[in-house]
């Protein structure tokens, strides 16, 4: 059960970042892919989770490709929930404890209240961005195309300022719901904080420390982009090591 919400452990000094070089993510990467090896199982079931994602994806592009983009922040949104398992298994590996499936999958419980405020954050985020993504399509075609219309739209050069638009506003908001989540979950678990501050900290380290953090967000980016291609199946291990490797960059970059 999720403990009771106490304001007075507020009164605590600032929490402090610690300073973070251009080979951190590599090392996270690393540590991420240890853990995974010492619970592969565990690992392979939300990696298995994340594959289905992938079809799911699929499905919605073929059905409805405005959305698409939109419902690919869904990996943005979903990914960090999902990771909350795989956060649990670093953490127990972390001291030396031995992870388990159940525990991991009922990690949730003790922080229900403030992950679904900040679940509501993140979905509001979506929202704006597939409603955003809609106006663009609707005031760039007479009408939402089919799937090969909207192939077409993106590789023809008549919608050049369509498709600068489309990625930008994609960017955005990618960009945003990155800034706010990327140490955010693992810090709402590990040191029961509310969810609005494990959000300002997080976008604190990626104001303060940009240059880090952009280089993890674009390994993150061109992992997921990789195991995208053999039809998903690479999210098999990618999803559940970016996981754990998530942990590790949120235990490296704040301080106890």
Same mark, same amino acid.
Not at 204 to 226: D, K
Not at 235 to 245: I, N, Q, R, S, T
């Given at each position: 059960?999720?403990?009771?919400?106490?304001?007075?452990?507020?009164?605590?000094?600032?929490?402090?970042?610690?300073?973070?070089?251009?080979?951190?993510?590599?090392?996270?990467?690393?540590?991420?892919?240890?853990?995974?090896?010492?619970?592969?199982?565990?690992?392979?079931?939300?990696?298995?989770?994340?594959? #289905?994602?992938?079809?799911?994806?699929?499905?919605?592009?073929?059905?409805?490709?405005?959305?698409?983009?939109?419902?690919?922040?869904?990996?943005?949104?979903?990914?960090?929930?999902?990771? !909350?398992?795989?956060?649990?298994?670093?953490?127990?590996?972390?001291?030396?404890?031995?992870?388990?499936?159940?525990?991991?999958?009922?990690?949730?419980?003790?922080?229900?209240?403030? !992950?679904?405020?900040?679940?509501?954050?993140?979905?509001?985020?979506?929202?704006?961005?597939?409603?955003?993504?809609?106006? +663009?399509?609707?005031?760039?075609?007479?009408? #939402?195309?089919?799937?090969?219309?909207?192939?077409?739209?993106?590789?023809?050069?008549?919608? #050049?300022?369509? !498709?600068?638009?489309? !990625?930008?506003?994609?960017?955005?908001?990618?960009?945003?719901?990155?800034?706010?989540?990327?140490?955010?979950?693992?810090?709402?678990?590990?040191?029961?904080?509310?969810?609005?501050?494990?959000?300002?900290?997080?976008?604190?380290?990626?104001?303060?420390?940009?240059?880090?953090?952009?280089?993890?967000?674009?390994?993150?980016?061109?992992?997921? +982009?990789?195991?995208?291609?053999?039809?998903?199946?690479?999210?098999?291990?990618?999803?559940?090591? #970016?996981?754990?490797?998530?942990?590790?960059?949120?235990?490296?970059?704040?301080?106890?």
């Amino acid at each position: 059960m999720e403990e009771p919400y106490d304001p007075s452990r507020d009164r605590s000094p600032a929490i402090t970042l610690r300073p973070l070089t251009l080979t951190d993510p590599l090392r996270w990467l690393l540590l991420g892919w240890r853990d995974f090896t010492r619970a592969p199982a565990i690992g392979l079931f939300y990696g298995g989770c994340f594959m #289905l994602m992938g079809w799911a994806l699929l499905w919605v592009f073929e059905a409805s490709p405005a959305y698409v983009l939109a419902l690919s922040g869904g990996f943005l949104l979903m990914g960090p929930f999902l990771c !909350l398992g795989m956060y649990r298994v670093s953490q127990r590996l972390e001291n030396g404890e031995p992870p388990g499936f159940a525990e991991s999958l009922l990690a949730w419980q003790a922080r229900t209240g403030q !992950l679904a405020i900040f679940g509501v954050v993140l979905l509001v985020l979506e929202m704006l961005w597939a409603r955003a993504t809609l106006v +663009v399509f609707a005031v760039t075609f007479d009408g #939402l195309p089919d799937f090969k219309g909207s192939l077409l739209a993106l590789v023809s050069g008549e919608n #050049l300022t369509f !498709l600068i638009t489309w !990625l930008a506003l994609g960017a955005l908001f990618a960009t945003l719901i990155y800034a706010v989540s990327v140490v955010s979950m693992p810090m709402i678990l590990h040191r029961r904080t509310d969810a609005i501050t494990a959000g300002l900290t997080s976008m604190r380290l990626v104001l303060t420390q940009t240059g880090v953090m952009l280089v993890w967000a674009v390994m993150i980016t061109l992992l997921v +982009v990789l195991a995208l291609l053999p039809w998903f199946a690479g999210l098999l291990v990618v999803g559940p090591v #970016l996981g754990h490797a998530s942990w590790h960059a949120y235990r490296a970059a704040v301080a106890d």
